[in-house]
């Protein structure tokens, strides 16, 4: 079973000039259960548009996306995905426990239970002692680590993932990718996400998308078979992010 | 906590006691000057054109001492509150409802447009026709005065509601009830304490003309009496029995409320 299939999608956009600005083209791409794909390629290239069009925030004007092998209009466990966006979209009236469980007051989790589990994966994302912070107190950092910990306290089955380390430093960064990977791996979760770091893309994914810009299509597509964990200072990492580097 | 800072926020906090002190300071310099202003300017004044500052104190404490002064205080305060309830409640529920259906927006816009450039004065004057000498008359007018405002605030603050917030609620399938609660409530709460603000000292201001007009009872009415009886040092009392009671309501209820409510914004802009 494949978790998330599209098949030839495409999309334009109207721009306000009147003007079809196509976005993505004959975009073919398979997420096999408890696989970990990366997005990768040029700013403006359509990787958010893909996103949400997996979501089923945006409609592709052709093609199909399956979800778990059913057309996504007749998807009905939309609650087993979760999204993060680019932006850490953290409501300013909440505090950060309050909005890690945005999702959990929404699938109507008793209050005890989801403080529970508001409580661990504050924990897991290092926010724990930022749990009553208002987010105009947190850096950019914490910010998309309450971002993060939003995406994962529903443990989703399907996590899709915007540019979700960017903003972090590089041993925190690490952090949280070995505590993706270890969700990941103990859940058997899927994972998509976008990345503009090569590296990144080459210890986390299994299998690394690069698109090719303007419009949007699938240039080639890269298996990644190295066994995790991965040390993004090995040999085997840096040939592949050699190789990587070099078809972007 | 390490010395350094236990200094620095000792001498933050110093500064802000000075810079209150301070504040009192001028506060009571402009009072005292009002004061002596006002003697020097009823020197040579008749009384029943400007009562001197004695003479009107003198009046207020004769005032509070009559049985009636409490409850034309009371009727007052009751009918403003009565009028402002109603305002908030039906404003903030069509202000949400044309928000939310553009609809309903676009028709009922030029509505609010024209219940906006007519008068209190007038609406005071329509309320006598149709109430008569009765409480409604002053609850009317503080809501067509009051009601607009709110509504306006209201419909403006769904317009601010964060697209990227809905759409967030939307991955987690959450119902439209939940969608109102939980953003577009706190998205439009400081916009609706804003325009009620607003709302409530202009109903205020408003109930005692109409009660001057249109009532037996309150403090609108009693002003009217002492100004035809050319009692002056008494509409004197009177207004500084109002004046007294807008800066009460305003420093103990709505900025303590408001600081309370919006903590999450006050610690932004700090
Ligand atoms: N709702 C929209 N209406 C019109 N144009 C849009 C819309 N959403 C995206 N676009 C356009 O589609 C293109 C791709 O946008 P998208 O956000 O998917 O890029 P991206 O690959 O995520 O870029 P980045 O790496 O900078 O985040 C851009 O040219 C953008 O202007
Ligand atoms: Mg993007």
Redesign the interface.
Known sequence: MSVVRLESVGKSFMRRDGEQLEVLRNIDLEVPERSIVALVGASGCGKSTLLNIIAGLVQPDQGKVLLNDVPSREFRDWRTMAYMFQEDRLFPWRTTAQNVGLGLEAFGVPRTERRERVRKVLELVGLDKFADAFPHELSGGMRSRAALGRSLVTEPAILLMDEPFSKLDPSIRSQMHDEVLRIAALKGMSVIFVTHDVEEAVVLADKIVVLHPRPGRVRETRTIALPYPRNPLSPEVAEDVRLLRLSL | MTLAVSVARRTARQALQERRVRLILLRLILVAGFLLLWQVASLGTPAFILPSPARVWGAWRNLVETPSFWTDFGITFWRIIVGFSIAAVVGAVLGIVLGASRLLGDLFEPVLVIINTVSSSIWAIFALIWFGLSNWTTIFVVFMTAMPLILTNVWQGTRTVNR??V?????????RT?VLT??YL?TILPLFFAGARLAFGFGARVSIVAETLGASSGIGYRLRQAADLVQTDQVFAWTLTLVALMIALESIILKPLERHLFS??E??SA
Not at chain 2, 167 to 174: G, V, W, Y
Request: without cysteine; glycine residues 0%.
């Open positions: 990227e917030y759409e967030l609620a939307q991955t987690f399938r959450m119902s939940k939980k953003i706190p999450w914004r610690r932004q």
